[in-house]
């Protein structure tokens, strides 16, 4: 079971939750960016998808993305994967 961002929770500790949000949006961007580049790699050179180790090539690349360059602000309207991160009118 999950628990959105409750309106108290959010306003006592906002600059926690903004960026607990911003990381994930990032991830996520990042995460989508992977998945297109192994598409576009397995057309190109004739391999199945599943060669590839996904999350393996996720983690080696959010490793090398320094904060400054993680993109922002959210756009307005982006509800995180994660139900934990969703705020609560977003349910």
């Given amino acids: 079971m ?43 050179l004739d391999v199945n998808a599943d060669d590839f180790n996904t999350e393996t090539i996720f983690e080696a690349m959010w490793t090398e993305i320094p904060q400054d360059d993680w993109l922002q602000p959210i756009p307005f309207g982006w509800r995180p994967k994660d139900p934990n991160l969703l705020l609560w009118y977003e349910i």
């Fill in 2 to 44: 999950y628990m959105a961002i409750t309106e108290t929770d959010y306003k006592d500790k906002q600059p926690y939750w903004d960026f607990q949000r911003l990381q994930e949006y990032n991830k996520e961007m990042t995460m989508d960016k992977v998945t297109q580049l192994i598409k576009m790699l397995s057309d190109k």
